[in-house]
């Protein structure tokens, strides 16, 4: 099993940005893609973007150009450099980790909420 926590989550005003980090745990050798999923309230959660281990990156149309996915293999870790924040980003984030060669997201984090004030 892989275990993910997120962090950096946390209140900021519009025009500003954050970064999120993901730290990954567990069975580390057995991960292929990460992304990242946002659920806004009142709204199902929605793809975010997603990077291959490799480097790949695969970005939502809602956020290309604004947000950047990054991973960094040898700390184990997620990132999403939010830029140019909106109030319709503010959301909780999760985090999620594909098993290596497997189209489907097997473990989830337990999300931290971005809040952007107009």
């Known amino acids: 099993q892989v275990q993910l926590v997120e962090s950096g989550g946390g209140l900021v005003q519009a025009g500003g940005s954050l970064r999120l980090s993901c730290a990954a745990s567990g069975n580390i050798r057995s991960i292929g893609s990460m992304g990242w999923h946002r659920r806004a309230p009142g709204k199902q959660r929605e793809f975010v973007a997603s990077?291959?281990?490799?480097?790949?990156?695969n970005y939502a149309v809602s956020v290309k150009g604004q947000f950047t996915i990054s991973r960094d293999n040898a700390k184990n870790t997620l990132y999403l450099q939010m830029n140019s924040l909106k109030p319709e980003d503010t959301a909780v984030y999760y985090c999620?980790?594909?098993?290596?060669?497997?189209?489907?997201?097997?473990?989830w984090g337990q999300g931290t909420q971005v809040t952007v004030s107009s």
């Open positions: 999620a980790a594909a098993s290596n060669g497997r189209p489907r997201w097997d473990s």
């Open positions: 990077i291959t281990k490799a480097g790949s990156p």
